[in-house]
């Protein structure tokens, strides 16, 4: 059934013969492409494919046979970057494809770069998916992602005009060598329709086609699963109508079914809400859960014990409609009861929450859900109606409880008020008449306090922007139909706990947990900082450091070795000379590698505060214009890069994008600054560009509002490749600076807890920064161009009249360049420098994703390791 394409056989020594296997390859290869890089990479990545499928086809027979207990990760992003180097590299092939590639006149570093990435994500949750299934693989765990095989994935972002504008992502064009077709494994799905009798008849049916992507341990035999899902029509083209000339319904269906798997919806933190997202997610929902159910019944009968055999992980709330899918499955398709349904859902699906922003958090139209999937709809009354049920006496309880003390607090006032009253008409010699419809009123009430509290616990809500309509939450039907609810960091566990999900947890509270998240050493150490590697593998004596990230904590002593530290700083400044280099060939300008290479690279939004380091940049930049040769002679030149892509129709972080490279343009071609400050923004920022700009990265900026950013998963990536964090205490960064010691961070900023009082009072917020003032001035004259243009996005931060600023950028801005000088001051000596950024990546071995991964298959999948034999 997998198409192998033939490659020669061994060369007598049973040992492949590499390069002829590539050659042969290449012929395999659909684009055609004439010889030279392209087609070279097609011949290596087809011949590496066929090692891959042998490791896959082992391992799933194996786990087949052995049917231990399987996590399956449902995610709607898969952001996998690059596959060649990463499959070389973990299967321990590096040596035979270097070696081939040299015979064959190239190398591994050049073919690479013809591969395309696969960006089936928009930013920290796809990647963290991706991260998340190298170390399944790599710890043996029996797991599957699954997914959508989108045709186009993130868009290209490029740079016109000053602006950011997108491209379609044509990822498959080339083909793709990195998947394997499974016509055999289809499934049908339904939308739309109507229920006749208590049966749900779809109005309309798409087949879903899988895709396996084998995804590789590392140094394990393992190779795991990444199942993506594509639409087909149940008729490809409709003859009769076609005969009849109506064209477009003769492919009307075929529309349809593309349509559902056409293309990543490129927003990062804001739902859309439109009705086509809705049916991706449904779409591979729905298949993935037919095709573990199927595998299950292949081996057992019973469907009571699939909690035994399968844990659901939704990433995020976007697959959850799994909860009323899998409902629907084992009910109307597999005939059991309600409850004994519910009682496997809820032992079988968890889910972790990525995201506080109220404008991420999904809510479907009940009026949208109900025409796509009116029989999910109707299941999800049922388990709300049946939920709230369960909770009533809980709440009552409690609204007794409240009103009680409400009602003694009320008689207490009353009762002094009455007694000073009496008193006061006893001073005049008059009495005082008793009310009776009070206490009645007082009755009613009651009755309507328990409805009225109960709606705080309701999956269904009322949407309080648009009275009347009514939306499905779908964090709470998460969290009700979950057996584990876990946020990832520490900081973001307890917020959710105590701002989003409190009336759970006073109900379940040992259903929440924590998982902070981690990233794998392969790719964002091992083998984007191959440099770096080789000398913490020399130092160690071993590389078993990529697999047992523990053991990077013995690099702390080469810290105090000023060697050791001359030979980090070269690596550095080697690392360094490859950006400099990229950023030349992207954008045309040339950066000395002498300035500190200040990094910012995330997706651009409000909460990530780009804004306010480019205006951080703007004073700097004034203060290079305005200094003297004595000054400029002691500044601390800086090279500041940005990247990250602004959602489409996110209109502020477009402004963003447009305002920095207009800084960029206006400082970069100003004689008077030289080397002093140079300010870029790398375009199109992806996995891949990521792997260039880290390991050149000295210093790296995460300076979100304290309490946004969930997590953060890039600010690791940083600190393991021994670049120096300057950041906020949120998210990650606070066990960052834990695992680090504060000391070798550059915190600044307001606390979390700090926010609602600051968000109160931001009204009357004076005291800005003079700074601040100086460089929003400069924005406003026009100093950066079409001043207008710049116009709302200065007010949204320093116009309290209309109640902006809602990220405190200017509370937290004097800190913030304070925080900046402490870098300067540092970086004048360049071996304590060196010194912590050592200690950086020597200290940070707990955000490797094998560690993450460990204690979700402990504490919340209960999976085991199961290494082939
Ligand atoms: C509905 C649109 C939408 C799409 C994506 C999302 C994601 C949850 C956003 C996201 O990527 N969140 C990031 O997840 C990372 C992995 O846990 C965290 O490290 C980041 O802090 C968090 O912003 C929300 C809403």
Redesign the pocket.
Known sequence: EINKPATSSSNGSGKQDVAADIVAAEKYTVTGAPAGPSKLYQGVAWSVHNKLVDAFEATQAYWKEKDPKHVYYLSAEFLMGRTLTNAVHNMGLEGEYAEALKKLGSSLEEVRSQELDAALG?????R?AACFLDSMATLDLPGWGYGIRYRYGMFRQAVKDGLQVELPDYWLDNGNPWEIRRPATQFKVGFYGSLQDGKWVPGEEVIAEAYDVPIPGYKTKTCSNLRLWDALPTTELDLQAFNAGDYVKAVEQKRKADEITAVL?P??????GKELRLKQQFFFVSASLQDTIARYLEKHSDLSGLPEKACFQMN?T?PTIAVAELMRLLIDVHGLSYDDAWAITTKTVAYTN??VMPE?L?KWPVRVLAKLLPRHMQLIEEINDRWLASIKDHVAGKVEKELAAKAAAVAEAKAAAKAEAQAAAKAEGKELAEDEEEAAEEKKEEVDHVAEALKAYSIIQENQWNKGEMLVNMAYLAVVGSFAVNG?AAIHSEIIKTDIFPQFVELFPERFQNKT?GVTLRRWLAYCNPELSALITEALGTDAWVKDASLLEKLKPFAEDASFRARWRAIKQQKKAALAAHIKEVTGYEVSTEPLFDIQVKRIHEYKRQFMNAISLIYRYKTIKEATPEERAKMVPRVCVFGGKAASAYYMAKKIVGLVLSISETVNNDPDVGDLLKVVFLPNYNVSEAEIIIPGAELSQHISTAGT?????SNMKFALNGSFIIGTMD??NIEIGENTGFENLFIFGVKAEEINRLREERKDFKDYDPRWTAALDMVKAGAFGRPDYFDDLVASVNDMTRGNDWFLLANDFASYMDAQDEVDKLYRDQEEWTRRSIIYTASNGFFSSDRTIDQYAREIWSVQPTPLP
């Open positions: 928009n930013g920290g949750l796809g963290l919806y927003n990062d933190a804001t739902e859309e995020d976007h990525h995201t991420a999904e990832v998240n950013e969930a997590s953060g998963t998210g990650a």
